[in-house]
Nanobody, 127 residues
Framework: VQLQASGGGLVQAGDSLRLSCAVS????????MGWFRQAPGKEREFVAG????????YYADSVKGRFAISTDHAKSTLYLQMNSLKREDTAVYYC?????????????????????WGQGTQVTVSS
């Protein structure tokens, strides 16, 4: 599985931004797909998740109601729509896929369980 994230940039607080993650290679519908972020001096944290087939979505409390994750199989792309951005959303955002958790009943939020990663895209929110 190869992942390539894009769409980051410099925006003002309150603005919106949509991140894209182009997915290629062999994927299965049950693979958990996630967006993570890492701010300077902080650990990488879970932001949002969805299985490649779609369906239920999962969010960190800090972004619930503002961010939306989705998949487009026709374009083989994973998206993260970010609305009402805040300064604390500033980070490098990564998309990831998890082949190990394809059969898990619970959705994995631990970054260490994901085995495929995109290169990251910088999101900077100014006040």
């Amino acid at each position: 599985v190869q992942l390539q994230a894009s769409g980051g940039g410099l925006v003002q607080a309150g603005d919106s931004l949509r991140l894209s993650c182009a997915v290629s290679g062999r994927t299965f519908s049950s693979y958990p797909m996630g967006w993570f972020r890492q701010a300077p001096g902080k650990e990488r944290e879970f932001v949002a998740g969805i299985r490649w087939s779609g369906g239920n979505t999962y969010y960190a409390d800090s972004v619930k109601g503002r961010f939306a994750i989705s998949t487009d199989h026709a374009k083989s792309t994973l998206y993260l729509q970010m609305n009402s951005l805040k300064r604390e959303d500033t980070a490098v955002y990564y998309c990831a896929a998890n082949s190990r958790a394809a059969t898990w009943n619970t959705f994995p939020r631990f970054s260490g369980s994901y085995n495929y990663w995109g290169q990251g895209t910088q999101v900077t929110v100014s006040s």
